[in-house]
C-alpha cells in the first residue's frame, strides 16, 4: 500500500498546521492553566469559540467526517496526518470540530440517526453549537466488555425507562453538552451480543444527574471533563 500523501492531503496539512502554529500553539499552555485555574473551570472558552469561527472560514472543519455532504469527505488515510497534527495541541481538536466523543456520536447519528434526530441533534454537532457525550463505561462491572453492561433501557408505553449509572462519561461537564446516548440492556434474554440498544438523552431529562466530574491522573480535563451519570 503507498501511504505517500496525496495533493489535497498535503494541501489540508499546511494549512492546518499554519493554522495551529500561527493561532493556537503560542498561547495554548498559558489558556489551559488560566481554564485550569478558574473557580469554575466548566465554562467554555471566549477563546477556541473564536478559533472555531476561523476553522470554519478556513474550510479546516469537520475534516473527521468521510461523507461528502455533511463533512470534508477524507479517506482514513488522507484523515491520519491531520489527526496525528491536531493530536499535538490539547484544544485542536475541538478548534476543528474534529473531538471526541462527539466525532464518534455525530457519525452514528448520520448513519442511524432518523431525520428528526439529524435536525436536532446531528447539525447542531455539525455546526460546533453544541457538545455531546456517550454513557458506555459503569462503575461495578469491566464495561469496556459491554456485555457485561447493567444498566438497563425499558421500553414503557411511549416511554424508554433508563436506569443505571455510568462513569467516565467524557464530554458531560462541558456548558455546551446537550444530549448523551446511552448505552445498555434493552433485552436480557436475547443472545448476549444482541441485547444492547443506544438512547438518545437530553441532558437535562428529569432523572438524569451528573453525580461528579473525576479527575485522571489529578487532571479534570476541564471544560469537557469525564463525569460520573446517574439514570433513574
Known sequence: MDFAHDDRTRDLLERLDGFVSEHIDP????????LQAQP??????PLVEEWKGLAKEAGLWNLFLPDEEHGAGLTNLQYAPLAERMGR???APEVFNCNAPDTGNMELLLHYGNATQQERWLQPLL??????AFCMTEPDVASSDATNMEA???????????NGRKW???GVGHPNCEVL???GVTDPEAHRYARHSMVL????TPGVTVERLLPAMGFLDAPSGHGEVTFD
Do not use: N, Y
Not at 469554575?40 to 472558552?45: I, L
Not at 438523552?201 to 437535562?204: A, E, H, L, T, W
Open 181 to 183: 446516548i446511552f448505552m
Open 168 to 170: 467516565w462519561s467524557t
Open 40 to 45: 469554575q473551570p466548566w465554562t467554555a472558552s
Open 152 to 162: 438497563t433501557a425499558t421500553v414503557d408505553g411511549d416511554e424508554i425507562v433508563l
Open 127 to 132: 455546526d460546533g453549537h453544541i457538545r455531546s
Open 27 to 34: 498561547v495554548e499552555g498559558d489558556h489551559v492553566r488560566e
Open 89 to 91: 495541541s490539547l484544544l
Open 201 to 204: 438523552v437530553p441532558i437535562d
